[in-house]
């Protein structure tokens, strides 16, 4: 079994900087490929970054350059580092799990939102 728990939304100026974690509780970190997802309200929920266990990335056209995910094996986590900030990166972020092994293993956490003013 696996839960994850996401910390580090809130309300930010536009340009500015927030960083999300998502701390994995479980013992089998290393066999899920880690992704954050956003929706913002009336909308679809988008894939906004993904890290395979061995460190490759791939992210949503309009957040590259701004956006940078990464985990850390030692501690568990994923995060998602948010730089220059959009009011339209304004939604509710999921951090998710997904088995490499197991295709129907998926896992979402309880999300967290993210503001930006303008």
């Known amino acids: 079994q696996v839960e994850l728990a996401e910390s580090g939304g809130g309300l930010v100026q536009a340009g500015g900087s927030l960083r999300l974690s998502c701390a994995f509780i479980?013992?089998?970190?290393?066999?899920?490929?880690m992704a954050w997802y956003r929706q913002a309200p009336g909308r679809q929920r988008d894939l906004v970054a993904i890290?395979?266990?061995?460190?490759?990335?791939n992210y949503l056209d309009s957040v590259k350059g701004r956006f940078t995910i990464s985990r850390d094996h030692l501690q568990n986590t994923v995060y998602l580092q948010m730089n220059s900030l959009k009011p339209e990166d304004t939604a509710v972020y999921y951090c998710?799990?997904?088995?490499?092994?197991?295709?129907?293993?998926?896992?979402w956490g309880q999300g967290t939102q993210v503001t930006v003013s303008s």
């Open positions: 998710n799990a997904q088995s490499m092994k197991i295709a129907t293993m998926t896992y």
């Open positions: 479980g013992n089998t970190f290393a066999e899920y490929t």
């Open positions: 890290i395979t266990s061995g460190g490759s990335t």
